[in-house]
């Protein structure tokens, strides 16, 4: 959880692991502004504020158009039918009511989208960028009319890139991210206010 204290003994005996290993393991997580520490303190989970989402999101933005563009360019037709069969499936779960399922193929799509695009430095940025606002991961998907908006944007960003035009595809995406943009920020007024 956010600011949740790590300690190294605990995690120690939770993971079977050595210290070494657990002091590498959160030497690697800081690097990655997931975990905070501080000299006679230790570590904790590191919060990332609404703002720091936001901002994450629209860096997140310019490399997923990046990386869709790219594809776009890359693309083969074993390619194209792989994309169309996460994107039935994107549309089943939805249609099932099942949004955790929704989420688990959208990830899908976005991760061979990359292996399409062949930017493995892109990748590991936005990897690295997703895995700091895991905790709004979700949320967006979750407000009323998103859903099916969603599902739109994912059509049209795959249908551009199966069509090898990488422009169009581009668009589609930033078209996306500003919609996720608009429902994080939906989310963080919400909480504020509730807050409040």
Request: positive net charge; contains cysteine; glycine residues 6%.
């Amino acid at each position: 959880m956010p600011n949740q204290r790590l300690v190294e003994a605990d995690l120690v005996t939770m993971l079977g692991s050595s210290r070494s290993h657990v002091r590498s393991a959160l030497a690697r997580l800081e690097q990655e502004g997931l975990v905070v520490s501080a000299p006679n303190r230790g570590a904790w989970v590191r919060l990332v504020t609404g703002e720091e989402a936001i901002e994450i999101t629209q860096a997140r933005g310019a490399l997923e158009g990046l990386i869709v563009r790219q594809a776009a360019l890359n693309v083969t037709k074993a390619d194209t039918a792989q994309l169309k069969r996460i994107e039935r499936k994107m549309r089943d779960a939805l249609e099932a009511g099942d949004l955790l399922g929704y989420s688990e193929f959208n990830g899908q799509l976005h991760a061979e989208l990359y292996r399409i695009a062949k930017l493995p430095i892109v990748a590991r940025l936005l990897l690295n960028l997703k895995s700091q606002t895991v905790r709004y991961q979700y949320r967006p998907i979750l407000l009323p009319g998103r859903p099916p908006a969603s599902i739109l944007e994912h059509t049209e960003i795959v249908d551009a890139v199966c069509a090898a035009d990488p422009d169009r595809a581009e668009r589609a995406m930033r078209k996306h991210i500003d919609e996720v943009l608009a429902a994080l920020r939906q989310i963080i007024t919400d909480r504020e206010a509730g807050a409040l």
